[in-house]
């Protein structure tokens, strides 16, 4: 099989402008997030909206692609991508442009979903732990997800899911495993572009989680595990503490 990564980048954020392109250790951001994704896929792009991001790919030596500024999702812009670089890939794998210290392991286990034929749609989650506390459990911006047996998601929410009854809330960490949603996602072509023309569901709107609108379509996410620590940029401070990160963990960056 071969595999395509896709890195949405877009310009404008409410919470912090321009991020893909502050920098992080002397670099900019979306310059460390193509470095962990290069050589893990027989190809890989930066898909974004704006000339000053691409020139800034451009000049580290990347591959860029523009896309239109009115995607409401990286899903979609990713699509929109994909069908620019032309080529046929099997799968295509989106990596969100404020992820710097994404590992190639994780990579490489979304890749290893598609090992089994039947997966169409491929995520990661990472379990929470006792250190975490509960309020990294509570915190609306981090989904929960909830995994079958078979490995599949059954849902995703900006709830804790499952609520376990009769437990006392302090207990629950400790109770049962719960999972943090990684934000890769990886879709076999075919299924990328049918996604991508569905219209928004009502437990997406709901919840505002693209991936519901899939499960409520029927399709199916397969997800990997990862025990992997990474710290996603939203903000400044996140910048911040992305940069304390970088300095105690990866040095050789």
Known sequence: ???????PA????TRFPAKPLALLGGKPVIER????????????YVATDDERIEAAVKS???????T?????????????????VGGEFDVVVNIQGDE???QPSQLKTLKACFDDPATQIATLVKPFNATNGLD???NPNSPKVVVGRNGNALYFSRSIIPFLRG???????????YYKHIGLYAYRSQVLKEITALPQSPLELAESLEQLRWLENGYVIKVGISDVETIGIDTPQDLARAEKFLQEHFQQL
């Open 1 to 7: 099989m071969n595999f395509i990564g896709i890195i």
């Open 10 to 13: 877009r310009y404008a954020s």
């Open 33 to 44: 997030v193509y470095e962990q994704v290069y050589g893990v896929f027989d190809d890989v």
């Open 60 to 66: 580290f030596g990347g591959k860029v692609v523009m």
């Open 68 to 84: 239109s500024a009115a995607h409401r999702s990286g899903t979609d812009r990713c699509a929109e991508a994909y069908r620019k």
């Open 100 to 102: 710097p210290f994404v």
């Open 136 to 138: 990294a459990l509570e």
């Open 167 to 177: 437990k006392d809330r302090q207990e629950w960490l400790s109770s049962h495993t």
